[in-house]
Every structure is written in C-alpha cells, then in structure tokens.
C-alpha cells in the first residue's frame, strides 16, 4: 500500500497548517467562524429567548435601554482530522496516488510538530479511523467504490464539533459530494482537489481505454483537439462549481495537480490559498 514519502514528512515539519485560521492567543489555540465564549469579542445583537444571561451587556442596557448580548468568537479546538478518499479513482494514475497519500501524510506530520491533535480518516463504506503514526508506517489502499457523498455521510459522526477537517479527493463523483455533511458552525472545512497529470490535461492525441466492468470488452478511443477541448471546459465548469459551493458554505477550496512536486505546491499554493504558513 502507498504511504507518505520520508521526503515529504520532512518538508511538512517547516510549515504549519492554518487552513484560513490564524494562530491567536495562547500557543496551540485558534479561533473559528462560529459564534462562541470565547474571550475575543465579536459583535453585540438584540437578546432573544434562550440567550446566556451571562452574556449581557448590562453596559449598553444602561446607557441605551436596549437588552443587548456580547457576541464572541468560538474557540476552535486544536485538532485536525484529514479525509482522505479512499475510493479507486483516486488511484488512476500512478502520480495521483501518490500525491493522494503524501499530501495527507504533510497536513498530518505539520499539524502533529504544530501541537495539534490530528487523526486520518479513511472514507469508505466503513469510514476508518488511523492515528498519523499507522498511516505514515502502513499507508492506505484505494478499493471503495461508494460514491463520495455517502463515505462522507458515513464518517460524520465521527468529526469532532468545533475541529478542523481537510477533505482530500478528485471530487470527481458523478453522484456530487453533499458538502454540507462537512458544513458546520463550530467547526472548519477545507477541500483539496487532487487531480493526475492527465486528468489535469490531457495532451490531443492521446488514447484513453475504456473498459465494460461486467467484462463486456474494451474500447479504445484516440482523443483529438474537439474531444480535449470540450473536456477541459467541463473540468473547470466541474471545479468553479466545486468553489462556488465551499466558499458558499465557509470552506476554503484548492485543486492540486498531482504533477507539480509537492515542495512547489506548498510553497506557493498552499501557502496562496491559507491551508498552511512557514512554521
């Protein structure tokens, strides 16, 4: 099974994951979207039914006779759980694979050196959970063929409220992905598109083999310049649709392509983006 390259886990230990968050207060703490108790103070709204009474401004309920309440950040829990699809397509070309496996290795071994309390989640029909030790020691294997959407159905109940999520797929599931299994307001999610070289851009006049998986036969198709043409717009529609729906849901959104060298990746994506900073 493929596992994070030794490479890899050393360059992850000079960057720390932010993944839109940055560090504040006392090392190891971060602060969330959500509305919280935190100590950092955010906004003041009209009280309703229900509020904390601990939370009001009696300060503003004096000087402007209004039930006001303090509004302050959520605390986000230092721990980051990384998603990591799991299903075969994710290992259709020998570069995707293993950009799959060391890009959840980095974000793994960066949040461990960075004080965070990380756990990989292998999504499957029977979601998995693995310290990061396991699976930089034995890796993971690509076999599942349940849509996405349901393996992240699957491993909901497993996420921690108010952590941070990295989910690292294709995304390339024709039955869709429903993010809002990821969606939540004491929590944040981050989406990495991988995708293999040819899948990224595949040269005119390269060959693709389809094949019946009930063992009809094969077919092989030559693809000319129409053919790519009308490929390449569909992935882009595919992934600006991907974007549009995470920034609409408060996640942050980035498509890798398994070709670039990891190093280059993080250093100017990555960082670009806000998943990760120099340590």
Known sequence: MPRPSDDILALAE????????KPSGRSGDRLGPGIGASLEFEDRRSYSPG???????WSALARTGDLMVRV????VQPRLDVLLD???SMASEPEKEAAA???????????SCAGFEVRLLRLGARPR?????DFERTGVEFDESIPLGEAIAAARHLLVPGGLWLCISDFLSEHGTNLKNLASRRGSASLLQILGPWESDPPVGSSLRLEDIEGRGKRD????????SAYRKRLERLSDDLSDEARRLGMRYLRLNAGTPLEESARTDL????FVEPA
């Open 14 to 21: 000079r960057f720390v994951p932010v993944l839109g968050f």
């Open 51 to 57: 509020d904390d009474v601990r939370h009001v401004d």
């Open 72 to 75: 302050h950040r959520e605390e």
């Open 86 to 88: 799991a299903s075969l």
């Open 101 to 111: 496996v060391d890009v959840a290795g980095f974000f793994l071994r960066a949040g």
């Open 129 to 133: 959970v693995m310290s990061a030790l």
């Open 221 to 228: 198709l030559l693809l000319d310049a129409g053919v790519v």
């Open 271 to 274: 960082i670009a983006a806000g």
